[in-house]
């Protein structure tokens, strides 16, 4: 069974430009997260999708980040335009719904972004 | 409310020795506890979960965790370090069966010496 894959592995781009971020979570996880960690700190809380609805989008940090999921499957993170303190690693990550869900949430190895 | 707090941000251990990471956490009610550990350019990979059933809980390569209620903690302890372990670890909580996020501890690096 194929885990979460996360692409681009690594985004350099510079201030002002757009960058998308995809993830394609396992296959039959309707919950599918995305978390992003800045310099080092801890990992933070983006935003959560239930199939293509999304239930909690409070961590998202202002409207230069768009994330959609269309369909239920894959999921999009856009940041336009990208600033300086965007810079971080984004991690995709996802689960069942359900009586199968013990919490426990599956990684991707994440999208390492690098805004100059 | 929910959240973890990880004492240590860096952590050094001989190999074969101890290693014990602390984790604190807080939550309104009965949490479910996660330790996940990154190793250098991958991703994050679950060593054990606490989900309200056995308080000491036993996960890969030899960790545990022992949940306290009492002490609100989740400390996760091996008996013999090897240089594999060296990696960052990371303390989690959710309320629990997917109706809120993990919410994460600002990690513990771990290094080995030989």
């Known amino acids: 069974e194929a885990g979460v894959t996360q692409f681009p592995s690594h985004s350099v781009i510079e201030k002002g430009q757009t960058v998308t971020l995809r993830c394609d979570p396992i296959?039959?996880?309707?919950?599918l997260y995305w978390y992003r960690r800045v310099m080092g700190k801890e990992i933070k809380f983006l935003l959560h999708?239930?199939?293509?609805?999304?239930?909690?989008e409070s961590g998202m940090p202002n409207n230069r980040f768009l994330a959609e999921r269309t369909g239920g499957t894959y999921s999009t993170l856009k940041v336009q335009p990208a600033e300086l303190e965007d810079s971080g690693v984004y991690f995709c990550?996802?689960?069942?719904?359900?009586?199968?869900?013990?919490?426990?949430?599956?990684f991707g190895e994440g999208s390492r972004l690098t805004v100059l | 409310a929910q959240s973890v707090t990880q004492l240590g941000s860096h952590v050094s251990v001989s190999e074969g020795a101890l290693v014990l990471l602390r984790c604190n956490y807080s939550?309104?009610?009965?949490?479910?506890l996660f330790w996940y550990v990154q190793y250098p350019n991958q991703g994050l990979q679950l060593l054990l979960k606490y989900t309200s059933a056995a308080t000491l809980v036993k996960g890969i390569n030899g960790f545990e965790a022992e949940f306290k209620k009492s002490e609100t903690s989740f400390h996760l302890t091996k008996p013999s370090a090897h240089m594999s372990d060296a990696a960052e670890y990371f303390c989690?909580?959710?309320?629990?069966?997917?109706?809120?996020?993990?919410?994460f501890g600002s990690g513990t690096r771990l290094q080995v010496q030989p």
């Open positions: 296959s039959g996880h309707d919950n």
């Open positions: 990550a996802s689960s069942q719904v359900g009586g199968a869900n013990t919490g426990e949430l599956f």
């Open positions: 999708f239930v199939k293509e609805s999304k239930q909690d």
């Open positions: 939550s309104s009610v009965p949490p479910y």
């Open positions: 989690a909580v959710t309320l629990g069966t997917g109706r809120r996020a993990l919410t």
